[in-house]
């Protein structure tokens, strides 16, 4: 039976609960950085992009992802952020619209649900993409060309935001924590989606 990956010198419990550590460190930090809401989408995409890179044997820690950040918070990524802020606050007057009672209010609820769901699935797998980097365009619009082609990590990534969510509905604190499973759990969908031609090749 295998003994499983060997640790380094000084590592005490093995690579994998030593990425899991850093994933929490990321996801504090994004949490921190997403604080001001408008700087939410970079915030998430640097986390992101942070732990893409562990893939490549590069530190996933809090120092390297203050370090990418730095280099954020361009005009674009602010404006992405404004553009998801107001996408929120548009939702959430189109439901206090429908609990007020208008005729077809039921219908339109449902209706606006689906949509900022399908909206948010976008713009989370948009943050997972590489080229959220450098161009929100592109990575919009991969992602939404994705989320049609990938029901099924579409789906994975509205189960993460939700247990996401009742993570820190149940212990506040844990809001701090859960940007960085979230994090991870979006770049993993998007590696599943990159890898797929790769596999159809090799078959």
Do not use: H
Not at 60 to 73: D, I, P, Q
Not at 82 to 106: K, S, Y
């Amino acid at each position: 039976m295998s003994a499983g990956p060997a640790r380094e010198t000084g590592e005490i419990f093995g690579p994998r609960m030593t990425l899991f550590a850093d994933v929490l460190s990321v996801g504090v930090c994004t949490a921190l950085a997403a604080l001001p809401v408008v700087t939410l989408p970079a915030a998430l995409s640097t986390a992101c992009a942070v732990l893409r890179g562990a893939r490549e044997d590069q530190p996933a820690t809090a120092g390297r992802y203050l370090a990418l950040l730095r280099r954020r918070l361009r005009v674009g990524d602010l404006a992405a952020g404004a553009l998801t802020l107001a996408g929120v606050l548009l939702l959430w007057a189109d439901l206090a619209l429908a609990r007020a009672g208008l005729p077809g209010a039921p219908l339109f609820a449902v209706v606006a649900a689906a949509i900022g769901a399908c909206a948010a699935v976008v713009g989370l797998r948009a943050c997972g993409r590489p080229e959220s980097l450098t161009d929100w365009r592109a990575a919009v619009v991969g992602a939404a060309r994705d989320s049609v082609r990938d029901v099924g990590g579409s789906g994975l990534v509205l189960l993460a935001v939700a247990a996401a969510a009742l993570c820190a509905w149940m212990l506040l604190p844990l809001a701090f924590l859960a940007p960085g499973p979230l994090a991870l759990a979006l770049t993993a969908v998007d590696v599943r989606v990159s890898a797929r031609p790769l596999r159809q090749e090799s078959a």
